[in-house]
């Protein structure tokens, strides 16, 4: 079985043409390939599946907590599936992040004026 020649300085025993010297072939095997991940691959490789967005609790958020914010949320995370799927996972999870931090805005700011109208006695209620 013939092996491919190595480059410059690594002759595998014929006269290689920039020195005109044979040198003996290297001992041992010849080298071997390294499998598994390239390092030129791209960096969206590293993951397993691709971020949460967010999508359905941000929807939710905005029928049922908080409208202003709940939009937000709607936009991060729509924005989140289309870098899905242009193969920007790395926007896509920025984006992720962003939705989500939208969607817990507006379960605060729901609660928080729930809290709010309970303790100010405008919410009553009669038995």
């Not at 729930?114 to 009669?126: E, K, Q, R």
Request: charged content about 10%; aromatic content about 14%.
């Amino acid at each position: 079985m013939a092996y491919p020649q190595g480059p410059p300085g690594e002759d595998w025993g014929d006269k290689a043409p920039w020195s005109g010297q044979a040198q003996p072939p290297p001992a041992g095997p010849p080298p071997q390939y390294r499998h598994g991940p390239s390092p030129y691959a791209p960096a969206y490789q590293q993951y397993a599946k691709p971020p949460r967005s967010y999508l359905i609790p941000a929807i939710l958020v905005t029928l049922f907590c908080f409208l202003p914010t709940g939009i937000a949320a709607i936009v991060y995370a729509t924005q989140a599936n289309a870098k899905t799927g242009s193969g920007d996972w790395v926007g896509a999870e920025q984006a992720a992040k962003k939705a989500k931090l939208w969607t817990f805005v507006s379960i605060g700011v729901a609660l928080f004026a729930c809290l709010l109208a309970f303790l100010t006695g405008v919410v009553t209620v009669s038995y």
